[in-house]
């Protein structure tokens, strides 16, 4: 591949099926990334969601090393807000002694839910604001280094687990950059800011015991399939469920109904959020991905394949990855 590529595991749980199903389609769909040389799977922390499975990030993590072999996984990212720097440091340490050098720690700042979720977690409002701290507390528990007197991770003290600073703002890519970290930017559904983000990042960047160089990567979605008809067909199912769940206050809708709520304005919205997606056949998946990575200026690409049904998610991978690699070096 002429740029690295990796996946973002949303975990849906479509409609009609079951947290197991959508827990066994992660697995397979780790499974199928190894296979076609894609170099991580992340996997990211929501709640309240019930379209989504990965709320218990380091327990899907532990399942799926289970059942791969040597692929990298990681959060994409743990809220870290949501947690004290303590427990994720011993829980990502055991993930590291179970498959030693396989795990990543993305960290994010967002509360991943909705005010009420909030009060669930018993997060504190302002707990955002201590997030540069936190992650510095966290990075010295997994170094060995703590900034705790008295207290370390165990297990994770000395594992050196690699943190990951995610965002979609300014404030993630100055953080980053002030922290000699790897910085991914969530362009697969928040993308304004992208090109100023990671242009701050790069120039702000110090380095670090954990990295030398800037280190970007980039979300971006796809969908690839045997037609680009095909691959129009999935799409447009993606931005029915995206408009569904951002407008459609909790009520069945028809594919038509869905079609007149996109025409109405929602549509704008949705392929604003959704505007970083490469949708057609591998070739042209290929193409759109070589460019947005030019204009990402990235390192890597994260990739969230947005088929709805696990079958069309398989065939995405492994048509996006063969396609990527038949690019001349």
Request: hydrophobic share 45%; charged share 20%; glycine share 8%.
């Amino acid at each position: 591949m002429r740029i690295p590529l990796s996946i973002l595991d949303l975990a849906p749980v479509a409609e009609g099926d079951t947290v197991a199903d959508s827990i066994a389609a992660s697995v397979a769909l780790a499974q199928r990334a190894e296979e076609h040389g894609y170099r991580r799977v992340w996997y990211a922390e929501h709640h309240n969601m019930k379209a989504i499975a990965s709320s218990a990030t380091s327990v899907l993590i532990a399942h799926v090393g289970a059942q791969t072999r040597e692929i990298r996984l990681g959060s994409g990212g743990v809220m870290l807000p949501n947690h004290a720097p303590l427990t994720i440091a011993e829980q990502f340490g055991t993930l590291d002694a179970m498959y030693p050098g396989r795990i990543d720690l993305g960290l994010g700042r967002a509360p991943g839910s909705d005010q009420n979720t909030m009060y669930a977690l018993r997060r504190d409002a302002r707990s955002a604001e201590r997030f540069p701290d936190d992650v510095l507390e966290l990075q010295g528990y997994l170094t060995g280094a703590s900034r705790v007197p008295g207290v370390d991770a165990f297990p994770g003290s000395g594992s050196n687990v690699p943190l990951y600073v995610l965002g979609s703002s300014m404030f993630g890519a100055t953080l980053a950059a002030a922290l000699g970290l790897p910085y991914a930017f969530a362009s697969h559904f928040a993308p304004q800011a992208l090109e100023a983000a990671v242009a701050t990042y790069r120039r702000e960047f110090r380095p670090s015991a954990q990295l030398e160089a800037p280190y970007v990567i980039a979300g971006v979605n796809a969908i690839a399939a045997d037609t680009a008809e095909a691959a129009a067909e999935q799409f447009q199912a993606v931005r029915r469920a995206r408009a569904l769940f951002l407008f459609g206050r909790g009520r069945p809708f028809s594919d038509a109904e869905a079609d007149q709520l996109l025409a109405s304005g929602a549509g704008r919205q949705v392929d604003e959020m959704m505007s970083c997606s490469g949708v057609g056949t591998p070739a042209q998946v290929r193409d759109y991905l070589e460019g947005f990575a030019q204009r990402a200026d990235a390192d890597e690409l994260i990739v969230a394949h947005q088929s709805p049904t696990i079958k069309d998610r398989l065939r995405s991978v492994a048509l996006t990855a063969e396609a990527m690699q038949a690019v001349p070096a």
